[in-house]
């Protein structure tokens, strides 16, 4: 990890938010190819999981929701950890989280448990006198639920059907760590499916299918993936049922992906606390019930920390290390660099308008400063999949040669042919 956290700062993937002022604890920003990665890997898990689906559309809600919202759905009641404080240092821990009943920072004596609720605050409205708390969204499904019937009315949806939303969500971790796995403030792929009751363990058990081939489609190695089944005394309580996909981090086993069967709680819930009828009219059946949910619940950070981890390679080559990022090509940042052989006799310019060209397809970079093999080591150490060399012979016959990452073997071929060779291998639609 202390690798890979050096490398994603160093090379603009991660950084820590506010650094200059010392930064604030389970906070983060993603730099110029950190946003690339994680907007890839969330177009990826849109374009199979909504645009590829006809029983499934889209939502994007506001952060901020009505606090009966909160209430309705038990975050204001249970949405809480157990904490304890050290007596010596002050610092406070999550009881989940220790492995002994004393500080692991100081070894003093811990407080008595006592329930801490992560929801982070705020308050709306023009003045003290008339501002009202509410919370920053912990979670983006409940809009999904909120909004069920606009939704399904709106686009003619039939159950069963799913609402999808990427979105932020805050929680006031007591121990953000691990760089992103735990922070207070991330992203989250959300997607409840609504189904008839009698359909849950079907449609719980083609999600579990369909979830695992995304995180393979996306690169990871599936013998560092499991699924972990809650048992029921630490079951959520609007849950009957819920595993996790989880992936093996420098650190240790983290949860990537909850799948969970909320039943009918949330709809009923919001049902019953805004007097508004969230139930569903089946016409062809002359039914009306309200749906069981399924909810795959995916978090954007924590699955781009696993496609980070799992592409981090060094490698020795002819007795140099390299260091290469291995993402699978649809997710690089950069997906091809333009490199000129030489900056004289025209070669520069060369390339510098075929980069041009490129970046209209795809998301490229230019570099010509220091010898063509330093060049190859920057791109492999960002992971962009390919290199392109214009040399002398591409000014006589319009040629280049292109770079695999992977295998470093070079192939040449017409400058025409390059921007759909490259496209085939990044896009989502290689299968």
Not at 358 to 372: C, M, P, V
């Amino acid at each position: 990890m202390k690798d890979l956290v050096s490398l994603c700062t160093r090379k603009g993937f991660i950084f820590q938010s506010s650094g200059i002022y010392g930064g604030i604890n389970g906070c983060w920003d993603f730099g110029p190819l950190g946003v690339e990665l994680k907007r890839n890997l969330k177009d990826d898990w849109w374009y199979n999981f909504v645009q590829q689906r006809s029983d499934i559309v889209g939502l994007d809600a506001s952060i901020i929701m009505h606090p009966k919202v909160w209430e309705a759905s038990g975050h204001v009641e249970q949405f809480h950890d157990i904490v304890v404080d050290c007596k010596e240092c002050k610092h406070r821990f999550r009881e989940d989280h220790l492995e002994a009943k004393v500080c692991p920072d100081c070894g003093g004596e811990l407080t008595e448990p006592k329930a801490f609720n992560s929801m982070l605050q705020t308050r709306l409205g023009v003045s003290d006198e008339s501002a009202v708390n509410t919370y920053l969204r912990p979670e983006t499904c409940q809009a999904i639920f909120v909004d069920f019937k606009e939704v399904y009315s709106s686009s003619r949806m039939k159950v069963p059907f799913g609402i999808a939303q990427i979105g932020k969500a805050f929680r006031n971790e007591v121990n953000p760590r691990n760089f992103i796995f735990r922070s207070r403030e991330f992203e989250q792929m959300e997607i409840e499916f609504f189904c008839k009751a009698e359909n849950e363990e079907a449609v719980f058990e083609q999600w579990k299918a369909d979830i695992w081939k995304w995180y393979l489609d996306i690169g990871l190695t599936e013998s560092k993936m499991r699924w972990y089944a809650h048992p029921k005394e630490s079951l959520s309580h609007y849950s009957s049922r819920t595993e996790d996909v989880e992936y093996e981090f420098p650190f240790g086993w983290g949860e990537l992906q909850g799948l969970a069967n909320r039943g009918t709680f949330d709809l009923t819930a919001h049902t019953k606390a805004s007097g508004k009828d969230l139930s569903f009219f089946d016409q062809q059946a002359n039914e009306r019930f309200t749906p069981s949910v399924i909810e795959p619940s995916a978090g954007a950070d924590r699955a781009t920390l696993a496609v980070l981890c799992n592409a981090y390679h060094e490698e020795e080559v002819e007795g140099d290390k390299r260091i290469v990022m291995k993402f699978d090509p649809k997710l690089a940042p950069i997906k091809a660099a333009v490199l000129p052989l030489v900056k004289k006799d025209g070669i520069a310019e060369m390339a510098q308008d075929f980069e041009k060209t490129l970046r209209k397809k795809f998301n490229t970079f230019y570099d010509q400063a220091g010898a063509i093999g330093r060049r190859y080591r920057r791109m492999d150490e960002v992971g962009t999949p390919f290199c392109i060399c214009v040399d002398y012979d591409s000014k006589e016959d319009n040629t280049v040669t292109v770079r695999d990452r992977d295998s470093m073997e070079q192939a040449r071929m017409p400058m025409a042919e390059v921007a759909a060779y490259i496209q085939t291998r990044c896009s989502n639609e290689r299968d």
